[in-house]
């Protein structure tokens, strides 16, 4: 089974049926254990508009003595270290292109963006970021529109978190 970030926004309180489900002509599967669904302690949902086709999110942070980063070649874990997955590298415009943490280490965490098409500049893109933060708080960020030297990245945020998972933005 593979494990996806959801697009957890804030957490949700789901009520099942006490009865058993149909499953139509397929064979139904058991659970035999609980399902625990996590708040992410960050989350970030990249969308833009039709150009560039080819926006990347981009997520590093700390790992051990060295750091991580997550984007579209490495796509991370949210079982395993690095504790953060990229679901989706879209290539065809618009997004989401989500990117979830699901443990902190101390450190700083930086998100940002990368304009992987080249052309046209970002700052056309519409581009847009929900941040999700560990005291439930949610930022949205829109691309700059102005980008003089034609930069490739647009830095989102920094995340720094400390011991006790306890971040600031």
Known sequence: ????????????????????ASCGSAECTTLTETIVVEVPKFQATLIWGETPTDLDSHFTGPLGSGRFEVYYDYRGSLTASPYAYLDTDDVTSFGPEITTLSRCMTGVYRYSVHNYSETPGMETSEAKVTVLLPDGSIGEYEIPTSN??????????????????????
């Open 148 to 169: 003089p030297e034609a930069n490739l990245v647009w830095i989102v945020g920094d995340l720094t978190c400390d011991d006790s998972c306890s971040c600031s933005w």
């Open 1 to 20: 089974v593979g494990v996806t970030s959801g697009g957890i926004i804030r957490s949700t309180t789901i009520d099942t049926p006490d009865a058993e």
